[in-house]
């Protein structure tokens, strides 16, 4: 006898654990199936959550070793490596439980197995003793994420050629590390390395790091990372790697073709992208359709060509970050309801976690000029913000782009320490639809990074008060 559930969710991350919370809140029976065996995705498992532990505690050991003496505390500072990761581990540990726990709390059912559709209405699980069993449901709501975008020709083994995975568990700091790939997760565990004492060499194939940014904030960016001793070859590809006892000799091209050329890395990390993750599911016996980059094609409200079967998160168009798939998750769980579930894309913030942090939300200056849309923007450099000159934090400012006519705000870009934040105080503005006067006229506290936003803010019409 099959087992009969209001809603399955397929996959144990952000997505795929709040879609099952929130079906639960709404009084849906719903399970929720993952084949990790802790539950929390990539994000919290090999992901968001460990990255982010390292790249704290990274921070910290590069500023007591390199900075305490400038603010007058002396300090003799060394690497305990083990400890470190397993400060990380504590925490994916504690995360993984405490999402288990409102799963528990809110009567959603943890399965651990491998799901498939076996047809619309029908989930198969198979757990890790070969055991199957059947769920029959309404409603099955894919949340399955994404996984690493392999390198052509380049087979990564976890050790000396590694993703994001193996960048998390390295047993020792390498001398030299070429990172593959510009983009926010090659960047983030590049630096936690250089701080570690690696040499730093990220290979991008276009010609420029982190595409998709506002163009003067990468720009900027790319000079502090370099100020900060890592190296960056741009418009560039790798075409070959070859392993010998002594290092891995990389082969790099230029993007446009050209002569080989060959450096020499101890480790390299394969950081070009991520996928969307579907295998197994069987997705095409039970009828649903892939877009043209193998995602879940889905309507605006989650529905796939099959009814009753939904999509969220990375596996479905849109940027794949953890808070996304929530904002989905939630929408998703309240239209399954009968409820109007909706996500407010241009609101969906993103970061940089690297020190200084970079923190974006709506559209970019490029984006606005190639739609044709007139705008106006203010900025505020945090070398004029009196508490980034009190934390000896003064590395990048803020820009804020607005409607030229009607003020209306539809873009915060900010580059500087806690940027990760102060971005939620834009966000909430282009969701509520805010001006840059509404910022601009809201009291801040004095002394805080957040005034550099009400600065910006203000300098859209010319008013920046503080120096």
């Not at 300090?75 to 409102?102: C, N």
């Not at 690696?198 to 595409?211: D, N």
């Not at 095409?284 to 969220?312: E, P, Q, S, Y």
Request: glycine fraction near 12%; hydrophobic fraction near 45%.
């Amino acid at each position: 006898m099959a087992d009969q559930f209001d809603a399955v969710v397929l996959g144990g991350g952000p997505g795929g654990y709040n879609a099952a919370i929130r079906l639960g809140q709404l009084g849906l029976k719903t399970a929720c199936v993952d084949k990790r065996g802790r539950f929390g995705g990539t994000c919290l498992n090999i992901g968001c959550i460990p990255s982010k532990a390292l790249l704290h505690t990274s921070e910290r050991f590069e500023e007591a070793g390199r900075e305490f003496a400038k603010l007058g505390i002396k300090a003799e500072v060394s690497l305990d490596l083990p400890a470190m990761m397993a400060h990380k581990d504590k925490v994916v540990g504690e995360l993984t439980k405490g999402v288990e726990f409102l799963l528990k709390k809110n009567k959603c059912e943890a399965i651990v197995g491998e799901a498939r559709i076996a047809a619309p209405g029908k989930v198969e699980v198979k757990a890790a003793d070969g055991a199957l069993r059947t769920l029959e449901t309404k409603n099955i709501v894919i949340a399955t994420g994404s996984d690493v975008m392999p390198l052509p020709g380049v087979t990564a083994d976890e050790e000396r050629i590694v993703t994001s995975t193996g960048a998390l568990a390295l047993k020792a700091v390498p001398k030299r590390l070429l990172v593959v790939g510009g983009g926010y997760i090659g960047l983030e565990l590049g630096s936690v390395w250089r701080r570690l004492g690696s040499e730093v060499l990220v290979v991008e194939f276009l010609a420029r790091i982190a595409p998709g940014l506002d163009g003067e904030i990468a720009k900027q960016f790319q000079r502090i990372l370099q100020k900060q001793g890592m190296k960056f070859q741009l418009s560039t590809k790798v075409v070959g790697v070859e392993k010998t006892n002594a290092a891995l000799r990389v082969s790099l091209e230029a993007a446009a073709g050209g002569e080989r050329q060959t450096v020499e890395t101890d480790v390299l990390l394969v950081a070009i992208g991520r996928r969307p993750y579907t295998d197994g599911l069987d997705l095409g016996k039970a009828g649903v359709a892939l877009d043209g980059r193998g995602r879940v094609a889905t309507d605006a409200h989650f529905k796939t060509n099959i009814a009753g079967i939904w999509a969220i998160g990375d596996c479905r168009e849109g940027a794949m970050l953890a808070h996304k798939a929530e904002d989905e998750a939630v929408a998703c769980a309240e239209r399954i309801a009968g409820r109007a579930g909706h996500v407010n894309y241009e609101a969906i913030p993103a970061v940089v976690y690297t020190a200084p942090e970079i923190a974006t939300v709506g559209k970019t200056e490029e984006e606005l000029k190639a739609a044709g849309i007139a705008y106006k923007a203010g900025k505020f450099p945090f070398t004029a913000n009196a508490r980034a000159k009190t934390i000896a934090a003064t590395e990048g400012f803020v820009k804020i782009l607005t409607d030229a006519k009607t003020d209306r705000v539809l873009g915060v870009h900010i580059l500087g320490a806690e940027a990760g934040t102060m971005i939620a105080e834009a966000a909430l503005a282009i969701e509520f639809g805010a001006s840059s006067e509404d910022i601009a006229r809201t009291c801040h506290p004095h002394p805080t990074l957040s005034e550099a936003v009400r600065q910006a803010a203000m300098g859209v019409e010319g008013w920046t008060m503080q120096m």
